[in-house]
C-alpha cells in the first residue's frame, strides 16, 4: 500500500493532530475525532455542524471557521461519524440558538445524525437537520436510499454558513440550506479506484483504458463503465446529465465548481472547467461564481465532479461574504 | 492514459483557457502561454514574473495576483519557457520600476530565462534574475547544475511579492528573494512516478513495496530507493536532511510547507504535518507559519515535500501581507 501513514487505525486521529498543528484557531477533540471552531460556543449565533467518513477532505473539517461550520466529526475513512460523537460536536457549538446538522445523503450517516438530534433534544438543544442529496448520477445506491450526497455539501456549508454568521435564525438558516440542496446537481466520472488504509488495496477494479461514469464518492458504482473519452466528452456527458436532472434556462445564473477526487491534477481540472464553460455558455447559462481545486475527495480516486448551483442575488450575497477556513477563504 | 484530456498538444493552452475563464482578474495570452494579472503593468511597480514547464500547477499561473506575481510564463509540460514568451512576459508586467526573474534551478530555465533578460535589456528594461535552489537532495541531477529549484520558489514569489506590492525598489526586491532562497531547504519522497500526457506512461517503475527518497518534481531520480516506511520515518529523513542542510537553532522561528505532489491526499499529508511539527518541536524551532496542500506538484505523483524556511520578523511581516491569487489568497 503507497500511503505516507503510520497504522491503519491511526490515520484519522494522527491526520487531526496535524490539523490542530497547522491551524490553531481551531480546536480539536481527538477522543471524538471533532474539529471545532475556536471560538465556539458563539452566543446567539446559530451552529453549524457536519461531518462524515474521512477520506474526503478538505470536506469537512478543512471547512470549520468563520463564514462556514462551527464544527465537523470526523468518523473512520468511508465510516459514518457515532451518534456521541455527534452529539458533542452538537453540544460544543450550541450557543442558544440551535444547531444545524448538514448531513450527506447515506444511510449511515442519515440514521446517527437522527440519533445524534434526539439526544440533543432531550438536552433541550434544537436541532434541524438539512439531507443534502445532490449527485443525479443514481436514483439508489449502495449506500443510499435516493440520491447521494457529494459536491453540493459545500455550496451547503459556504452559504449556510454565511447567513448564521450573520445573525439568521435556525429556520432561515436551514432554508436557505435547502434552497441551494434543491438548487444543485452533481456528477462524477473516475478513471481509477481509491484505496482506503484499513482495505489497502484499491476497491474496484477499472481496467487501463476504462472509466466509471456517475461514480460515488466511495468509489460506488456509477452508470455504467466505458471506454475514457476525451475530456470534451466527459464534459458534455457531465453538464448533460446535470442539465436534464436541474434544468437551467438561459439567462439564469449558477455557482460552479469543477472538483478533484484526490489524485487528478488541477492542469486537468482547468482544462476540464474549461470545457464545462462553454457547454453553460451555449446553454445560455451564466457561470456568476466558480471553484475549481479539490474540495470532497476520495482519498486517492484520479476522477473529478461538477456540481452547478442555480443561484439568485441571495445565494451569490452570502457566497460573497467572508470565510475563513483551511479550504475556503477570502473577503477577509 | 487516464487523463482529463482532449489531446496531448493541446493540454497546456486548453488548461490556460480554462484558467481565464475561472478567473477574469487574469489575463490570458493563449499565443504566448501567460497568465498575466489583469492590471499590469502598474506604473513604477516592480514587475514580479516567473515561469517553468508546465505540470506543477498551481505554480507559477496560480500564483498570479495582487501580492505575488505579476505574469507566469507557462512551458509545455515540464519543458522551460522559450526566450521570446519571458520577453512578452517581462514586457507586459514592466511599469518602469524593472522586473524579477524568479527561475527554479533547470538548466534550461536558466538558460532561457537569462536570454530573455538581455533581450530585454535591449529594450531599456531593467531586469534581476533570482535562481532558486532548495532541493537539498542532490548536488547536481539530471536537468540541473547545483541543486534544483522546488518548494522555496512559493515562499520566494509570496514574500518577494509583497515587498514589490508595497513599493520595494528592484534591487530590494532581488534581494529579499534571495534571502527566501539561502534560507530555505526542501526534501521530496515519492511513492508513485508521473505520466506526462506526451509520454503516456510512467516515467519510472517503482515496485509496489518502495519509494524513492529526495525525487526531484519532474520524477529525477533522488538520493536512493528503499522499502515504504512508515510517515514518521519518512518525516525523520526529510527534516534531519533539510536541518542538516541548512541548521536552525533552538529559538529561530520558520515558515514551513507541507506539500503534495499531486496525487496524495490531503488527510496524509496533515498526519505528516503533525510528524514533521513534532520533529522541529524537538528541535526547538518553532513553525511561525505553515501551509499544507498542493502548491507546488509533479502531475499525478503521489509524493510529497517539505520545505523548511528560517524567517526572521521582516520576512513574516510579508509573509502575512495581503495576497489575492487562485493558489494563495488571505488579508482581504
Known amino acids: 500500500m503507497k500511503k505516507f501513514i503510520n497504522a491503519p487505525e491511526e490515520v484519522v486521529r494522527e491526520a487531526l493532530a496535524g490539523v490542530g498543528a497547522a491551524h490553531p484557531d481551531l480546536r480539536i477533540d481527538i477522543e471524538n475525532q471533532l474539529v471545532i471552531r475556536g471560538d465556539a460556543p458563539r452566543a446567539d449565533k446559530v451552529g453549524l455542524i457536519s461531518g462524515g467518513g474521512s477520506g474526503h477532505e478538505p470536506l469537512h473539517g478543512g471547512f470549520v471557521g468563520l463564514g462556514m461550520l462551527d464544527a465537523a466529526c470526523a468518523g473512520e475513512v468511508f465510516t459514518s461519524p457515532v451518534p456521541d460523537q455527534i452529539l458533542e460536536a452538537t453540544k460544543a457549538v450550541d450557543g442558544g440558538a440551535g444547531v444545524l446538522h448538514i448531513v450527506k445523503n447515506y444511510t449511515g450517516d442519515v440514521m446517527n445524525f437522527q440519533m445524534a438530534a434526539e439526544l440533543a433534544g432531550d438536552e433541550n438543544i434544537s436541532v434541524e437537520a438539512v439531507v443534502v442529496d445532490d449527485d443525479v448520477a443514481v436514483e439508489d445506491s449502495t449506500w443510499t436510499a435516493g440520491r447521494r450526497g457529494t459536491g453540493a455539501t459545500v455550496f451547503v456549508e459556504k452559504i449556510a454558513g454565511a447567513l448564521a454568521e450573520e445573525g439568521g435564525r435556525l429556520a432561515d438558516v436551514a432554508a436557505v440550506a435547502r434552497k441551494v440542496n434543491e438548487q444543485s446537481a452533481s456528477f462524477a466520472v473516475a478513471l481509477t479506484a481509491c484505496t ?6 484499491p476497491g474496484f477494479d477499472l481496467p487501463e483504458d476504462e472509466m466509471e461514469v456517475g461514480v460515488g464518492i466511495h468509489g460506488e458504482p456509477g452508470r455504467r463503465r466505458e471506454k475514457i473519452q476525451p475530456a470534451k466528452a466527459i464534459a458534455e456527458t457531465t453538464v448533460s446529465t446535470i442539465l ?9 445564473k449558477a455557482i460552479v465548481m469543477v472538483n478533484g477526487l484526490g489524485a487528478t491534477p488541477l492542469i486537468e481540472l482547468y482544462l476540464l472547467y ?19 481545486g479539490n474540495y470532497i475527495t476520495s482519498l486517492d480516486m484520479a476522477g473529478m465532479s461538477v456540481t452547478v448551483c442555480k443561484a439568485d442575488d441571495e445565494l451569490l450575497r452570502l457566497w460573497d461574504a467572508p ?10
Not at 474549461?274 to 475549481?292: F, H, Q, Y
Not at 470565510?323 to 477577509?332: D, E, F, N, Y
Open 196 to 201: 482506503t488504509p484499513a482495505a489497502g488495496k
Open 323 to 332: 470565510v475563513r477556513t483551511p479550504g475556503l477563504r477570502w473577503g477577509m
Open 274 to 292: 474549461n470545457e464545462v464553460a462553454k457547454l453553460l455558455a451555449e446553454a445560455g447559462v451564466e457561470i456568476a461564481r466558480n471553484l475549481v
Open 244 to 252: 436534464a436532472a436541474k434544468p437551467l434556462n438561459a439567462g439564469d
